[in-house]
């Protein structure tokens, strides 16, 4: 005879799942589901990992052992899911000195050398988030205003979107980059009159620098990536597709995952079609619950911010440049066939018109009509009118990010002119081509919160409410569309729908209680909505303290 608990669990287990008791049951809520099925309800129950039942009324749920939580009316939505970030560089961002709200090149050479007087002679000082449109003139700053006051530490700093760097002369001097120096194939030395470089290098230029200074070690990168699992945690966050990731990187993922140390879903795209992709391509995609290696990053172009995107015709307001082709037609085409006969899915940057044609031309070759292969093109930023159906053509997912759009918008039309403005940063306009679109915030180049890119999707402003009724208002989208781009499609984008995305019974229990109902409130609002608690396949992850 079984002993009588052992009977008792197997009674349990084999009851159906409208009468199982959860593990904990939240209600008192307002559940937006993003089920058309159900799309609102009151409560939610959740047994182990997944989501046991949404409805009004779970009481049949509760058990004697059953946690029960009341929302006390607060709003409940799936996990934010970031189709688009980086997140080693989020952490070490969280570690380096930060000027993303420097006014000037003044006032960021003044905090380096502060930071360089509590260190030894020749260590290097990182910093990030320049953005010379911000600075007086907007012009790019230059080698001798760090030098003048920070001769004997080599500078280092990331502009805003991660395509420049802003060098002193020591750092210059210690890579050898000189007058002699050639620009390297995709990159860019900007240099004076006289041909001597002034301190600024575009996309793969920064390499010639970047490559000395000493990498961090596997310690660092750990710290960083648990630092900045954490705080994804922290704004709802709990799947984070990583654009664009190193062994290194998928190691430390593996490291984390086995101490239970990863409190958000990482989807990793594999960086470049260099070894790692040779190797991943022998053997085949690896498909878990924590960790996800199904696909590559490739980049096609630079940056708008730094001229470095590349475009069909010359830049407004710098005629003499149309940015930079980094990967050819035929490299992207010939790695969408390997990876598309192999499982792989491929995620291309393209900023500029040009780049995005490059990449619909080599994706379309290698797709040849309609598919379920999911492509995708990272920013679809400036697209040319005539090139946006070839997106639904070859069922290609535009991979945007919202707050692109409100922190380009104040000099954007200055580099594209008024003729290539309405392809800009234009996701209503792919929508109603019936091309998937799906959101993300490129962190750290933007902010990793997922409420601000909720805003900015609605809203098209800045977070005082500029301009009033939105920049280019008629590409704003709905709230329920932008909670959909922020959750279910950015599922979609992963081929994770069935797992995650939205909330219904036998999903991943993954979703976030808010202080806010987003759906509701005044968009300003929005921005000072606080994250009550996020739980990440049932496991609560980050709960506010009381
Ligand atoms: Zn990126």
Redesign the pocket.
């Known amino acids: 005879m079984l002993p009588i608990l052992a009977m008792l669990a197997s009674i349990s287990l084999a009851l159906p799942a409208w009468a199982q008791p959860a593990d904990w049951v939240i209600d008192n809520a307002v559940v937006y589901t993003v089920d058309a099925a159900q799309p609102k309800a009151r409560a939610i129950a959740v047994k182990g990992e997944r989501i046991l039942a949404v409805g009004n009324d779970l009481s049949r749920h509760v058990g004697p052992a059953t946690r029960r939580i009341d929302a006390k009316g607060a709003a409940i939505i799936p996990g934010f899911i970031d189709s688009?970030?980086?997140m080693a560089n989020f952490g070490e961002s969280l570690e380096i000195l930060d000027f993303r709200t420097s006014a000037s090149a003044a006032e960021v050479a003044r905090a380096v050398q502060k930071a360089a007087q509590s260190r030894p002679k020749g260590e290097w000082i990182r910093g990030r988030a320049w953005d010379q449109t911000r600075f007086p003139g907007g012009e790019f700053p230059n080698a001798d205003d760090l030098s003048a006051v920070t001769p004997d530490h080599p500078v280092y700093l990331t502009r805003v979107d991660?395509h420049a760097a802003w060098v002193n002369r020591k750092a210059l001097e210690m890579a050898d980059v000189n007058a002699a120096t050639k620009d390297p194939d995709g990159g860019k030395i900007i240099r004076d009159a006289s041909g001597k470089p002034t301190g600024i290098l575009v996309d793969r230029a920064q390499g010639l620098v970047s490559r000395r200074i000493p990498s961090a070690g596997n310690d660092a990168l750990l710290r960083r990536l648990r630092r900045a699992a954490e705080e994804c945690a922290r704004l709802g966050l709990t799947t984070v597709h990583d654009?664009?990731v190193s062994a290194e990187v998928i190691a430390a993922y593996r490291s984390l995952i086995a101490k239970n140390a990863l409190p958000v879903r990482a989807y990793a795209m594999i960086g470049g079609a260099g070894r790692l992709w040779e190797d991943w391509l022998k053997r085949g995609p690896e498909i878990g619950p924590h960790l996800t290696v199904r696909s590559i990053k490739l980049v096609a172009d630079g940056a708008l911010g730094s001229r470095g995107a590349a475009m069909k015709e010359p830049y407004s307001d710098e005629p003499s440049n149309r940015g930079l082709v980094l990967a050819k037609k035929e490299d992207i085409e010939r790695v969408s066939r390997q990876a598309a006969a192999r499982g792989f899915q491929v995620n291309t940057?393209a900023i500029g018109d040009l780049a995005n044609r490059n990449v619909l031309d080599a994706y379309a070759a290698a797709l040849g009509g309609r598919n379920d292969k999911r492509f995708r093109v990272?920013?679809s930023q400036i697209v040319s009118l005539d090139d946006m159906p070839s997106f639904a053509r070859y069922s290609i997912i535009a991979s945007m990010q919202a707050t692109h759009a409100t922190s380009d918008m104040r000099w954007a039309e200055k580099r594209v002119g008024p003729n290539r403005i309405p392809g800009a940063y234009a996701w209503e306009r792919f929508r109603k081509l019936g091309v998937t679109v799906a959101n993300g915030s490129?962190f750290p180049?933007e902010s990793a919160n997922p409420l601000w890119g909720f805003y900015a999707s609605i809203t098209r402003q800045d977070h005082d409410g500029s301009p009033a009724n939105g920049w280019m208002p008629d590409q704003k989208m709905s709230r329920e569309e932008a909670l959909r781009s922020w959750t279910i499609t950015g599922a979609y984008a992963a081929f994770e729908e069935k797992e995650k995305g939205s909330l219904q019974a036998g999903k991943l229990a993954d979703f976030v209680m808010l202080s806010k109902d987003i759906l509701q409130v005044p968009p300003k609002e929005i921005l000072t909505t606080r994250v009550l608690l996020t739980s990440t396949g049932g496991r609560i992850v980050y709960q506010e303290k009381q």
């Open positions: 688009h970030g980086h991660g654009a664009g940057h990272e920013h490129d180049v």
